[in-house]
């Protein structure tokens, strides 16, 4: 069973009544019980309102998937629950970013780049075409699907180049976009998901439904569960598994440690 968090912002659901009513529960609700219908997941929800972010360090040792829907309130997830998050990534735990979650911190910080885009917002037909046909992720989708109304976002997109590019988009007003994208952050796995604008019924669509569970398994790493993922070290190491003849000059002495 993959255990599945997922992490909503619930502002936009909470303070605009077109998204309340689209999400009366939230898009995170609305999320969890898509990946629920899986029966090999089992998702639960975190919220900006909850004490810590509803993050620690404990619930994500107890967390497979992280997936993280933001927007308005970007500045307000704390740095510590930032850093705790890539933390865990390092250590195998994979994160789903979504939608306005391209500007979320903690993608910024797995990115190292700016991860900016154009947009628009006007209700435009987005197409998206599976550009990786086979991958674990496209599993069961038809070669592209129509998606009646969604923001526009356009290149280009300020991110490192993708391991995998699953999806492109094409949007109503001619613009596209790299939809789909996959990283690999230490020893997790890192998707990233473009549509899902909050004021249009996007998770109730049935293929983006299939893309977020099919994507909870792809980046299922069972290697964690194991123990057997240790940090890359950071330390100086005197004997070589080969014989070497020491050469100088050096600069550290020995039994100094030399982290300066
Ligand atoms: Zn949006």
Request: proline share 6%; aromatic share 10%; charged share 20%.
């Amino acid at each position: 069973m993959i255990k599945a968090l997922v992490w909503g912002e619930n502002i936009h659901e909470r303070e605009n009544e077109v998204v309340a009513g689209v999400y009366p529960d939230g898009m995170h609700a609305c999320i969890a019980a898509a990946l629920n219908a899986d029966p090999g997941i089992q998702a639960e929800t975190a919220t900006l309102q909850d004490p810590e972010h509803g993050i620690t360090a404990e619930r994500l040792a107890r967390t497979d998937i992280l997936l993280w829907w933001g927007h308005a309130a970007h500045a307000d997830v704390s740095d510590v629950v930032v850093q705790l998050v890539a933390d865990a990534v390092y250590s195998g735990m994979g994160l789903i970013l979504l939608h306005s979650a391209h500007f979320a911190k903690i993608f910024k910080h797995l990115m190292g780049t700016p991860c900016n885009l154009t947009w628009r917002e006007a209700g435009e037909r987005e197409r998206l075409w599976v550009t990786a046909p086979g991958h674990p992720i496209a599993r069961g989708l038809p070669p592209s699907f129509v998606l009646e109304r969604e923001e526009m976002y356009g290149e280009p997109f300020g991110v490192p180049e993708a391991l995998e590019t699953v999806f492109i988009s094409w949007f109503q007003g001619g613009e596209v976009f790299r939809s789909g994208l996959t990283y690999r952050r230490g020893a997790g796995n890192v998707f990233y998901f473009r549509p899902g604008h909050e004021t249009y019924p996007t998770y109730y669509d049935a293929n983006v439904r299939k893309v977020l569970t099919n994507a909870v398994h792809w980046a299922h790493n069972p290697q964690r569960a194991t123990g057997d993922i240790h940090a890359a070290p950071n330390v100086r190491v005197n004997a070589a598994p080969e014989k070497i003849v020491a050469r100088g000059p050096r600069l550290h002495k020995d039994g100094e440690d030399g982290f300066r």
